[in-house]
């Protein structure tokens, strides 16, 4: 049996900007192009949003390159692709985003054990800018005092 290869996009820019409440691990519906593209290290999430639509979970602007031996049956590069979740899942989300303020932020884009794409979804709350700089202050702070004490041991 091959050797499944790990993939991992994350969404740098989601925990800088939200923060997050609820993180949830949902399934992508893929064509057999896309999933061919990303194990050949494509893809990104940087622009990608979530929402729902008649009671279902879509994801829009995940870009997946097209598949470079995929001929005439190749996917869109941006198109729209449905979340998979349980029925309790997208009943939680959809009242939460009900309320003001709540998003739907896709985080991670990985490969699971078995092979499945899989996207780490989170609810989240955007970030004010003092609360940014104050994200900013503690990291610097915590890299300060890890360069201090790893020239002490």
């Not at 519906?29 to 061919?36: R, Y």
């Not at 879509?58 to 979740?85: A, C, D, Q, W």
């Not at 609810?123 to 790893?150: A, C, Y």
């Amino acid at each position: 049996m091959a050797l499944l290869q790990k993939i991992s996009i994350k969404n740098k820019r989601a925990e800088f900007d939200y923060e997050i409440i609820e993180r949830f691990s949902a399934g992508i519906a893929l064509k057999g192009s896309e999933i061919k593209a990303l194990r050949d290290g494509g893809g990104s999430i940087n622009e990608a949003f979530c929402f729902m639509r008649d009671n279902e979970l879509f994801i829009k602007n995940m870009n997946i390159p097209e598949y470079s031996h995929g001929g005439y049956t190749n996917h869109e590069v941006l198109r729209l692709r449905k979340l998979l979740l349980t029925k309790r899942e997208l009943r939680r989300i959809d009242a939460k985003i009900r309320e003001r303020g709540f998003a739907i932020i896709p985080i991670r884009l990985f490969m699971s054990d078995r092979g499945f794409a899989k996207i780490e979804i989170c609810l989240g709350r955007g970030k004010k800018t003092f609360d940014k700089r104050n994200t900013l202050k503690s990291k610097d702070s915590k890299r300060e005092i890890d360069r201090v004490m790893k020239k002490y041991r």
